[in-house]
């Protein structure tokens, strides 16, 4: 009589489960991120030092630091490993127990509507804060700390490009489940998140182009006074006219995006 011997748990690698639907950037994403977790045994062998130079009464404060930003590091590339694997925690109780289709459309909704838009946030928030760190030559607290702290903080607003990266993959790579994942579709699909990021672009662009030809006596303070930066009150609502700008050229984008596909076709 065979026996049949029960799998009860299986070891695999999370970036080569479903490799054959995986985009380019799914694999990018993957390559650097096995990369970065190389970072994690190097965190073992700089907390097990410090544990022992510290019994010996050796305490090093750049060995704490080090710590910090090697965890630091490895948190946020492991974040994009996560998302492009699908190897995050899910806490929906629902979820498993719906059709495929729905499964799908709420991965889409979950990543297009809320995550993305959460992570371009957090782009535009560390990016103020890691130039003000480069301007000050931000360093540690402590004299025998690690300095050149401004090196961990522009690589935290650099590292929520790689997630977004991967979550934008992972978008159009569940996208192209459901239908042809054309750009407009993409953008279309995305609205939240396209619009975000086309209303920074624009907001950005034109700082920068009004900065550049300022008067000289105009602080950055000034320029961002200006009327493009203002308010459009309409009734009691109000909104910014970069805001407003960006919803119509997200807008234009899809219907300009629209029209080659439909030449193309």
């Given at each position: 009589?065979a026996?049949?011997q029960?799998?009860?748990?299986?070891?695999?690698?999370?970036?080569?489960?479903?490799?054959?639907?995986?985009?380019?950037?799914?694999?990018a994403?993957?390559r650097?991120?096995?990369?970065?977790?190389?970072?994690?045994?190097i965190l073992m062998?700089?907390?097990?030092?410090?544990?022992?130079l510290?019994?010996a009464?050796?305490?090093q404060?750049w060995?704490d630091?080090?710590?910090?930003w090697?965890?630091?590091?490895a948190?946020?590339m492991g974040?994009?490993?996560?998302?492009t694997t699908?190897?995050?925690?899910?806490?929906?109780i629902f979820y498993?127990n719906?059709?495929?289709?729905k499964?799908?459309?709420?991965?889409?909704?979950?990543?297009?509507?809320l995550?993305?838009?959460f992570?371009?946030l957090?782009?535009d928030v560390t990016?103020?804060?890691a130039?003000?760190?480069i301007?000050?030559?931000e360093?540690?607290?402590?004299?025998?700390?690690?300095?050149?702290?401004?090196?961990l903080?522009?690589f935290?607003?650099v590292?929520?490009?790689?997630?977004?990266v991967?979550?934008?993959?992972?978008y159009?790579r569940l996208?192209?489940?459901?239908?042809?994942?054309a750009l407009w579709?993409?953008?279309?699909?995305?609205f939240p998140?396209?619009?975000y990021?086309?209303n920074?672009?624009f907001y950005?662009s034109c700082?920068s182009l009004?900065?550049?030809?300022r008067?000289p006596?105009?602080?950055?303070?000034?320029?961002?006074?200006?009327p493009i930066?203002?308010v459009?009150e309409f009734?009691q609502?109000?909104?910014?006219w970069?805001?407003l700008?960006?919803l119509v050229?997200?807008v234009a984008a899809?219907?300009i995006?629209?029209?080659?596909?439909?030449?193309?076709a």
């Amino acid at each position: 009589m065979a026996e049949h011997q029960e799998v009860v748990a299986a070891i695999s690698d999370p970036g080569e489960i479903g490799r054959a639907e995986q985009n380019c950037g799914d694999r990018a994403v993957i390559r650097v991120a096995n990369l970065a977790a190389w970072l994690f045994p190097i965190l073992m062998l700089a907390i097990c030092a410090q544990v022992v130079l510290r019994q010996a009464g050796h305490n090093q404060a750049w060995l704490d630091d080090l710590q910090w930003w090697l965890y630091g590091a490895a948190v946020l590339m492991g974040i994009g490993y996560a998302v492009t694997t699908n190897s995050h925690v899910r806490v929906d109780i629902f979820y498993d127990n719906f059709e495929k289709r729905k499964r799908i459309v709420t991965d889409i909704f979950g990543l297009a509507w809320l995550f993305l838009p959460f992570i371009i946030l957090c782009w535009d928030v560390t990016l103020d804060y890691a130039l003000t760190s480069i301007r000050a030559d931000e360093g540690s607290d402590s004299p025998n700390g690690l300095h050149n702290l401004w090196l961990l903080k522009s690589f935290m607003n650099v590292s929520f490009v790689f997630i977004a990266v991967a979550v934008w993959s992972a978008y159009v790579r569940l996208l192209g489940k459901l239908t042809r994942p054309a750009l407009w579709k993409q953008m279309f699909f995305a609205f939240p998140s396209v619009a975000y990021a086309i209303n920074l672009i624009f907001y950005y662009s034109c700082f920068s182009l009004l900065y550049a030809t300022r008067d000289p006596e105009m602080t950055s303070r000034d320029v961002g006074r200006l009327p493009i930066f203002g308010v459009w009150e309409f009734g009691q609502q109000e909104m910014r006219w970069t805001v407003l700008a960006a919803l119509v050229l997200t807008v234009a984008a899809i219907v300009i995006a629209r029209l080659f596909a439909r030449k193309e076709a």
